[in-house]
Nanobody, 124 residues
Framework: QVQLVESGGGLVQAGGSLRLSCAAS????????MGWFRQAPGKEREFVAA????????YYTDSVKGRFAISRDNAKNTLYLQMNSLKPEDTAVYYC?????????????????WGQGTQVTVSS
């Protein structure tokens, strides 16, 4: 089992940047595929980005490609999401998730553990 705690959210103006972190504890962090999801008010939780156990394979939803970057530091048991050129439509609660499978999935159903989320608000 792994415990996940997100941080780094906040209020930022459109065009600004934020860096989210997800600290993991428990079982070996490097054994999990990791992902970021987000949920806006009244909407389903959606996939944002994911990477494989080594952090070499990275996947993004189309709306954040070229603006967001996922990375991980297995020595520090931490997942990151660098978010640049933020837009009001990026406003949501952002969650990190860990999946025990060796395959990188974009479906939230394939992830086993979730953090509590961190709020990101982008003003226009």
């Amino acid at each position: 089992q792994v415990q996940l705690v997100e941080s780094g959210g906040g209020l930022v103006q459109a065009g600004g940047s934020l860096r989210l972190s997800c600290a993991a504890s428990g079982r070996t962090f490097s054994s999990y595929v990791m992902g970021w999801f987000r949920q806006a008010p009244g909407k389903e939780r959606e996939f944002v980005a994911a990477n494989d156990r080594n952090g070499l394979l990275k996947y993004y939803t189309d709306s954040v490609k070229g603006r967001f970057a996922i990375s991980r530091d297995n020595a520090k048991n931490t997942l990151y999401l660098q978010m640049n050129s933020l837009k009001p439509e990026d406003t949501a609660v952002y969650y990190c998730a860990a999946g025990a499978s060796s395959v990188v999935f974009t479906s939230k159903a394939q992830y086993d553990y979730w953090g509590q989320g961190t709020q990101v608000t982008v003003s226009s």
